[in-house]
C-alpha cells in the first residue's frame, strides 16, 4: 500500500549534477514523516546520506554530502529532494529514499518504508 519511488538517477561524469526525488504514496496520515537519502555501492553496507524532519526542516548529512549535497522536502506532496552536486566517482552507488513515522534519525533500522532505489553511476 505504501510505495516510495525514487527518480533522477543517472550516469554523469565528475563534477556533475543530479537531483533525485522521492514520492510516497498510500500513506495513512498527513504526517509527521522524518524523510530521508540513503546509498549502497557494491560490496557496501547501506549509508545514510542525508535526512529531514518534518517539523522545522532541519537536515542532517553525512560527512561525505556537507556542502555538495542539499536535502529538501514538499511536506504537502510527501516528497523528498537531493540535490546533489560536485559528483564524485565515489558517489556512485543505489540511493534509497526511507520514511519514517516521527522525529528524524540518521539510523537505516529505523526507517518503516524504503523505495526500490535509483542508480547514481559517477564516470572518471
Known amino acids: 500500500q505504501v510505495q516510495l519511488i525514487e527518480s533522477g538517477g543517472g550516469l554523469v561524469q565528475t563534477g556533475d549534477s543530479l537531483r533525485l526525488s522521492c514520492a510516497a504514496s498510500g500513506l495513512r496520515t498527513f504526517g509527521p514523516w522524518a524523510m530521508g537519502w540513503f546509498r549502497q555501492a557494491p560490496g557496501k553496507e547501506r549509508a545514510f546520506v542525508a535526512a529531514?524532519?518534518?517539523?522545522?526542516?532541519?537536515?542532517y548529512y553525512a560527512d561525505s554530502a556537507k556542502g555538495r549535497f542539499i536535502i529538501s522536502r514538499d511536506n504537502a506532496k510527501n516528497t523528498v529532494y537531493l540535490q546533489m552536486n560536485s559528483l564524485k566517482p565515489e558517489d556512485t552507488a543505489v540511493y534509497y529514499c526511507a520514511a519514517k513515522p516521527g522525529p528524524v534519525n540518521v539510523g537505516a533500522a529505523t526507517y518503516t518504508y524504503w523505495g526500490q532505489g535509483t542508480q547514481v553511476t559517477v564516470s572518471s
Open positions: 529531514i524532519s518534518w517539523i522545522g526542516g532541519n537536515t
